[in-house]
């Protein structure tokens, strides 16, 4: 008889396991100023196992080759010792990191469609950009971080220059022992050409779901549909899991048409269109054995100061998408029962 329990246990446990063993993880902004306790504690409680921590390097135009990067004209958590420190406090608080490196163009430009004008010009990127990852993957290494990011939304970089990708993956495996990955656009993944070289199949899960001003919870399932089955596929064809390296919603109308937006317009707020959305993409992936968890966009330092119920902005926090996350997140420890 107790051998019968501890089958039925087993396979109840085992069964499981796709749902709760994920990246359950926020994109931890960063700050001006050291992380403190009472910084992580938010993030502690909605259950995350997981934050992303962004260092970043700066671009002066679409078509300029020089990144600037760990500057002391740079906010404190955008820099090594910066990163470093939100890495330790966050491990102290039994809580994994990824390490994702993002470029900003100046006036939020997008980095997709950054180009250089001539090969001297790609040349003098690549020093630049190769410096600036392996400053972050020598520090993902010495913090022993779980993962390591090479780069966010860069498709013409990566298009242009294969040869350079293939190389730098090479060169942070050399020194990073950890997981590595790459954060596609959504509409980038697809075509993206060393998935078989990385640990997980990175996606900026801003899909486009349906055109509705409060989108049901109905129509956001069906528009996952397509997005989904293709997801699955690729996860098949290259034999690696997918990561939502990014992943959320603004709470404003029309949320569902065009996730991608960042840009400060005075559409309506829709605390219910986000939380519905957030649930969606739970119900929807957290369960599948060939996804691996994601984080959330995006999470302030400051709690209590930010989001609320007047913000049309990405930020689940203080808002009812916070709770979705939260009950989300929260399962995990359930399955070490």
Request: net charge negative; hydrophobic share 40%; proline share 4%.
């Amino acid at each position: 008889m107790k051998k019968l329990i501890f089958l039925w246990v087993f396979a109840l446990v085992s069964c499981s396991s796709s749902k709760f063993d994920k990246v359950n993880g926020v994109s931890f902004v960063s700050s001006g100023e050291e992380a403190a306790q009472h910084h992580i504690d938010p993030v502690l409680k909605v259950s995350a196992n997981y934050a992303a921590i962004m260092p970043f390097g700066f671009i002066r135009d679409m078509d300029a080759p020089e990144l600037v990067f760990n500057s002391d004209h740079q906010w404190y958590g955008e820099r090594r010792e910066g990163v470093k420190q939100y890495i330790e406090k966050l491990h102290q608080n039994g809580v994994s990191v990824m390490v994702k490196p993002q470029i900003w163009i100046f006036r939020g430009a997008f980095t997709g469609n950054m180009k250089m004008p001539s090969e001297e010009d790609w040349k003098r990127l690549e020093s630049s950009y190769e410096e600036f990852i392996l400053l972050y993957a020598q520090l993902a290494e010495e913090t022993q971080s779980d993962i390591f990011c090479i780069g966010t939304e860069l498709k013409t970089f990566v298009n242009e220059r294969p040869q350079f990708w293939n190389d730098l993956i090479q060169k942070v495996r050399a020194i990073y022992t950890g997981k590595v990955t790459y954060a596609a656009n959504w509409d980038e993944y697809a075509g993206t050409p060393f998935w078989s070289e990385l640990d997980y199949v990175g996606v900026n899960a801003y899909f486009p779901l349906c055109e509705k001003e409060t989108p049901t919870i109905e129509t956001l399932t069906e528009g996952w549909q397509p997005w989904k089955t293709k997801m699955r596929e690729i996860a098949e064809q290259v034999d690696r899991p997918i990561l939502f390296t990014e992943f959320g919603y603004r709470s404003m109308d029309f949320t569902g048409k065009k996730p991608w937006l960042v840009d400060r317009n005075q559409m309506d707020v829709n605390l219910k269109a986000q939380a519905d959305a957030t649930q969606v993409i739970f119900d929807e992936f957290w369960g599948e054995d060939w996804f691996a968890g994601g984080f959330v966009w995006k999470w302030f330092m400051q709690h209590d100061q930010v989001g609320g119920h007047e913000d049309n902005r990405f930020t689940p926090q203080n808002k009812p998408a916070e709770s979705v996350i939260r009950k989300q997140y929260s399962q995990v420890k359930k399955s070490s029962l």
